[in-house]
């Protein structure tokens, strides 16, 4: 019944995402008109085995990088609405992303469009080298700048970036750099955001007793930095530990945070009430978002824990089923709540499913 089921899901997948090929790549899902950094090369890391959505993958970075600012950044989305074109910066994982699935692509399909756009990639890492404020090579973010937008608010020195930039500059060639990075989210006093059992979310300036940090968890963050190997074994081993201890993995892998952020909290901003995310597990507010999960299942299968990734991605797969890859589903109920068809569910999905055969992450 499990095979049966992984089988399923899998072949679901690629009908998710044969419906998010549109001119200029992947889109989020049919219902966004443009392609978006971050959803397009998420969804690539799974899309990017079949030879079927090599053509996607490469038309989303053609559309990336052609839309690159004159400093290098790369768009948040360029979109399509009412015949004009829109690009949307406002991002810093956009880039990051973007270094990701060229290199991605390089290793899947060869050097052909790297070669072309060597310069893109090139002005696209030095506008990272920019966002280090500090000059201690953690990149520093305004609010609302990555891929859970408004909320929950977080600034400064977050985890998720930080795990994505150590991933591009090893990709790069930075060794000495990453090395140095890794050093200060885990270990230096003024700078770390290791707490003992995770990864802070945020972090910024302490002002004596005061501190500008988020104490919740952040369920990408801490999975990419398991999956890009910033945390080491034994974090890594904490950071899963945490997740079974408070079932941040149910009812489906997975709560994007924990605990959720209630009204009159510390971490309450006034500008949640505009959104879902006004309440508790519901959106990025402790929903499950089964994008996430996949990287739980690569972070079970990184660290050798071969049954416990097979039970997850068993749930993961029953999840995307019942929901139809919706965006998110309720974190306490199961509810399956936002628009079906989500591209980077599948093809996180796909890259769990062909790691869990492989018994590696292939990335």
Same mark, same amino acid.
């Given at each position: ?8 899901? !899998? ?20 219902? !966004? ?9 998420? %969804? ?18 053609? %559309? ?5 600012? #004159? ?15 829109? =690009? ?28 072309? @756009?060597?310069?893109?990639? *090139? ?18 973010? /305004? ?9 929950? @608010?977080?600034?400064? @020195? ?5 795990? /994505?930039?150590?991933? =591009? ?30 990864? /802070? ?11 500008? *940090? ?63 995310? #006004?309440?508790?597990? @519901? ?43 919706? $965006?998110?589903?309720?974190? $306490? %109920? ?22 869990? #055969?492989?018994?590696? =992450?292939?990335?």
């Amino acid at each position: 019944m499990g095979k049966e089921i992984l089988d399923k899901c !899998y072949e679901e997948a690629v009908r998710v995402l044969e419906r998010n090929i549109f001119p200029g790549g992947f889109f989020a899902s049919p219902g !966004y008109h443009g392609i978006w950094a971050r959803d397009s090369m998420i %969804t690539s890391l799974g899309g990017s085995f079949l030879l079927k959505f090599q053509k996607p993958f490469r038309d989303s970075l053609i %559309t990336l990088a052609k839309h690159q600012s #004159k400093l290098g950044q790369i768009p948040n989305a360029v979109l399509e609405h009412k015949g004009r074109k829109q =690009v949307d910066f406002l991002s810093i994982d956009s880039t990051l992303w973007f270094i990701i699935g060229e290199y991605l692509y390089r290793k899947r399909f060869g050097s052909e469009l790297f070669g072309k @756009h060597a310069e893109s990639i *090139e002005r696209a890492a030095k506008w990272l080298a920019y966002q280090d404020f500090g000059e201690d090579t953690m990149l520093v973010q /305004l609010p609302t700048t990555d891929w859970q937008d408004a909320f929950p @608010h977080r600034y400064g @020195h977050t985890i998720n970036t930080q795990a /994505l930039y150590y991933k =591009v500059l090893n990709l790069i060639g930075e060794k000495e750099k990453a090395e140095k990075l890794k050093k200060a989210v885990n270990e230096i006093d003024d700078l770390k955001l290791w707490n003992g059992s995770f990864y /802070l979310p945020w972090r910024w300036k302490n002002h004596g007793k005061y501190k500008e *940090e988020g104490e919740w968890f952040d369920s990408l963050g801490n999975l990419l930095a398991i999956v890009f190997e910033l945390a080491d074994n034994n974090r890594a081993e904490k950071i899963l530990a945490h997740i079974k201890k408070n079932k941040i993995n149910f009812p489906f892998p997975m709560k994007t945070i924990y605990p959720p952020i209630k009204r009159g909290s510390p971490d309450w901003q006034d500008y949640f009430d505009d959104c879902n995310a #006004k309440n508790i597990y @519901h959106y990025s507010n402790g929903g499950v978002w089964t994008f996430i999960g996949g990287f739980y299942v690569l972070a079970l299968i990184k660290l050798g824990k071969t049954k416990e990734a097979e039970r997850e991605l068993i749930r993961l797969a029953e999840a995307n089923l019942m929901s139809q890859f919706s $965006e998110w589903i309720d974190g $306490e %109920t199961g509810k399956a709540s936002g628009g079906g068809n989500q591209a980077w569910n599948a093809g996180t999905y796909i890259l769990a499913y062909e790691s869990f #055969k492989k018994g590696k =992450v292939l990335l």
